[in-house]
């Protein structure tokens, strides 16, 4: 079935620096989401993206992430300046349309450790 | 807000008996889409049912599930279980005009042995 990519699978970075998590969507697919899970919780809409712009973002969006896909490249999630309670999974889903019923499709996650 | 409960965090199960993930859900949108998903190990989650009208059973691989609005319940069920099930499940809820966003539950891990 439809395959979303997610890079690295893993990354461990010291507390202050900047990291990007890359996420290749489904190739045909407008929506675009991120998702993170804490260890041993359950998984959290962070923001939605469309036609080039965060549609929604919730309140665990803080004003250090930022999300782009420049010219149908990589959907990307930046964080700057990390902070340890970043630390957790971060999952990228991407959808063909908005629609309620609509599939979700995610990818298998990076893992980010802030030390 | 909305919330999902699964109340359990792990179920074990000899290999043939029957399976039950319990599902319910809270919301205040009169139209909520219920959603199962699967996660094998090292694996995205992969959607496996979806709901979709009040009492109307979904079924996929062998896995079937029923929305019932009166009980807030989407619970997902399976007649004989194999051990290629052993995964962690997830029951999500669309219940905002959020697109895209999803009310997970913590996930039942489920474990079926020979």
């Known amino acids: 079935g439809p395959k979303v990519l997610q890079i690295p699978s893993h990354q461990i970075i010291d507390m202050g620096q900047m990291v990007t998590l890359n996420c290749d969507p489904v190739?045909?697919?407008?929506?675009f989401y991120w998702y993170k899970q804490i260890l041993g919780q359950q998984m959290e809409f962070l923001v939605n993206?469309?036609?080039?712009?965060?549609?929604?973002k919730s309140k665990l969006f803080k004003d250090q992430f930022s999300v782009e896909r420049p010219d149908g490249s990589y959907f990307t999630l930046k964080i700057q300046p990390t902070a340890l309670e970043d630390s957790a999974v971060y999952f990228c889903?991407?959808?063909?349309?908005?629609?309620?019923?609509?599939?979700?499709?995610f990818g298998s996650g990076t893992r980010l450790t802030v030390l | 807000g909305d919330s999902v409960t699964q109340t359990e965090g792990l179920v074990t199960l000899t290999e043939g008996l029957p399976v039950m993930l319990n599902c319910t859900y809270q919301?205040?949108?009169?139209?909520?889409?219920l959603f199962w998903y699967v996660q094998h190990l090292n694996e995205s989650p992969r959607l496996l049912l979806k709901?979709?009208?009040?009492?109307k059973r979904t079924e996929h691989q062998g896995f079937h599930a029923t929305l019932h609005k009166s009980s807030s319940s989407f619970h997902l069920q399976k007649s004989s279980a194999q051990l290629s099930d052993s995964a962690l499940y997830y029951c999500?809820?669309?219940?905002?005009?959020?697109?895209?966003?999803?009310?997970f539950g913590r996930g039942t891990r489920l474990q079926v042995y020979a």
């Open positions: 889903a991407s959808s063909l349309v908005g629609g309620a019923s609509e599939t979700l499709y």
């Open positions: 190739s045909n697919h407008l929506y």
């Open positions: 993206f469309y036609n080039g712009k965060v549609m929604e």
């Open positions: 919301t205040i949108y009169s139209n909520p889409f």
């Open positions: 709901s979709f009208t009040d009492n």
């Open positions: 999500a809820l669309r219940g905002t005009q959020v697109v895209g966003q999803l009310t």
